[in-house]
């Protein structure tokens, strides 16, 4: 890492420099700075998101729970989104090394570009973390994210659930998988694969189409999504990797009037996917506590930028490197409409964000207070 102190003007400099390069104008750029003590004895940690349309949490949870973390330990921070943009992500990581980012935290947008900035990030002495996404072969410092194989679990765990709370016989299951470029979409699919293959072997479930959607392009999902229902009409389960790509679904089966008859998982527990479970066109979705999952990483970065060297409660093998990486795996949970009022609760999405219109008497309903 970088070590030296610099002037107050030299870090107003600096300051003004990454907020004017790194485009503050468009709403997707956080940077924030401490006390000039503060400052001579941390360095400061740059995060890169990855888009904020295949899933509403990048903005409005991660975001939000990095900056309460950064801000409460007092460091400089520099939030951004690459907007699903290549170029752009690794133009980021250039501003934000050349601004003086001593810790760079990435969600890879897919392992190739995010080994080029973890390369270029660790041949100029700053500390990497891989959030959420683990970049094969990259060779981060940490990692931290949910245990992903387990989300998938839950995910054929509940698509089973529905079924049979359906009564369906030999029904025929759909796969609208994550991105391929994506580790977790392997990931999630090694989990659902392991609960519904065995069933498919059996003869109680006919594996229909299985494909993935690049991206988690939602705009796409409903467009393969469409081809799959005019290919196997009598398609009678989906597992859905996220609640973007669910509700994709969820709209091709309203205009075929299958809606609620077909059960469709999910992922993340946004408000758009609990509000489908509410109305029954959604089964389940997976709650990650975000919170936890950002408290843990920035903790890992607050440390990081003073100069010490944290340790992880665990490691994961990286399969294309072989090297054990320490990692924070954080435990996911199944949410049903049973238990929708566990992610209010927890403070994940509010009562006023979730029971707008005709879902207000359905909160009621499913005793949300």
Do not use: H
Request: glycine share 10%; proline share 3%.
């Amino acid at each position: 890492m970088r070590k030296g102190i610099l002037s107050l003007t030299a870090a107003a400099a600096a300051l003004a420099l990454g907020l004017t390069a790194c485009g503050g104008d468009s709403g997707q750029t956080t940077t924030s700075t401490s006390s000039a003590s503060a400052s001579a004895k941390t360095g400061k940690i740059g995060v890169i998101l990855p888009d904020s349309k295949s899933s509403a949490r990048w903005e409005t949870a991660d975001r939000k729970y990095l900056e309460e973390a950064f801000k409460a330990a007092g460091v400089q921070y520099d939030i951004q989104n690459a907007q699903n943009d290549k170029t752009a992500f690794q133009t980021i990581a250039d501003q934000m090394i050349t601004n003086g980012a001593t810790v760079l935290m990435i969600v890879n947008l897919d392992s190739g570009t995010g080994k080029t900035v973890i390369d270029k990030a660790k041949s100029q002495g700053v500390a990497t973390i891989d959030y959420d996404r683990l970049t094969l072969g990259g060779g981060a410092a940490y990692y931290v994210s949910f245990d992903n194989t387990k989300v998938g679990t839950l995910q054929g765990e509940g698509l089973s659930k529905c079924l049979t709370d359906k009564k369906a016989s030999k029904p025929i299951v759909a796969y609208l998988n994550g991105s391929p470029t994506d580790n977790n979409a392997t990931l999630f699919k090694s989990g659902y694969d392991g609960v519904l293959k065995p069933k498919f072997d059996a003869g109680e479930y006919v594996k229909g189409p299985d494909q993935a959607v690049p991206d988690w392009d939602n705009t796409q999902a409903g467009t393969i999504f469409e081809q799959m229902l005019t290919q196997q009409p009598k398609i009678a389960g989906v597992l859905a990797a996220n609640d973007g790509l669910g509700n994709a679904a969820i709209t091709v089966l309203k205009k075929n009037n299958l809606n609620g008859k077909v059960p469709v998982t999910g992922q993340d527990a946004t408000v758009q996917g609990l509000q489908n479970i509410l109305s029954g066109d959604q089964c389940m979705t997976v709650y990650k506590a975000v919170k936890k999952e950002a408290d843990a990483a920035a903790k890992l970065a607050v440390a990081l930028a003073k100069g010490e060297k944290p340790t992880a409660s665990g490691s994961v093998k990286d399969p294309e490197s072989g090297q054990d990486v320490p990692s924070e795996l954080l435990e996911p949970q199944a949410i049903y409409l049973d238990n929708v009022k566990d992610v209010v609760a927890d403070g994940y999405v509010t009562k006023e964000e979730l029971c707008t219109g005709d879902f207000a008497a359905k909160c009621t309903e499913a005793g949300i207070q």
